[in-house]
């Protein structure tokens, strides 16, 4: 079973933005899905990004498309998570998640960082 890692969290302004890294270890990592997720006190879990094994395939959550940007590099078993023009709204937990399918990961199956808080000030 893989093991996931997130940093790159942090405080930022509005309007700034910032990188999440998730490292894994464990098992081949090239051959996952890996996901994005974040959860807000008082929220539901939120999808916000996904990339297939390959990095041929991307798809965002409405509320972030056009701002944040996945990608990956199995030669360092890493997925990033650029995120630009934050917004005051994008504060919660980021959590990175991996699996066969995207399916899995946004029924919440799969393997699950830690998670790493994202804290965007007005």
């Known amino acids: 079973q893989v093991q996931l890692r997130e940093s790159g969290g942090g405080l930022v302004q509005a309007g700034g933005s910032l990188r999440l890294s998730c490292a894994a270890s464990g098992v081949t990592f090239s051959r996952y899905v890996v996901g994005w997720f974040r959860q807000a006190p008082g929220k539901e879990r939120e999808f916000v990004a996904a990339i297939t094994w390959s990095g041929s395939s991307t798809y965002y959550g409405d509320s972030v498309k056009g701002r944040f940007t996945i990608s990956r590099d199995n030669a360092k078993n890493t997925v990033y998570l650029q995120m630009n023009s934050l917004k005051p709204e994008d504060t919660a937990v980021y959590y990175c998640?991996?699996?066969?399918?995207?399916?899995?990961?946004?029924?919440?199956?799969?393997?699950w960082g830690q998670g790493t808080q994202v804290t965007v000030s007005s």
């Open positions: 998640a991996g699996g066969n399918t995207i399916l899995i990961l946004r029924t919440g199956g799969g393997s």
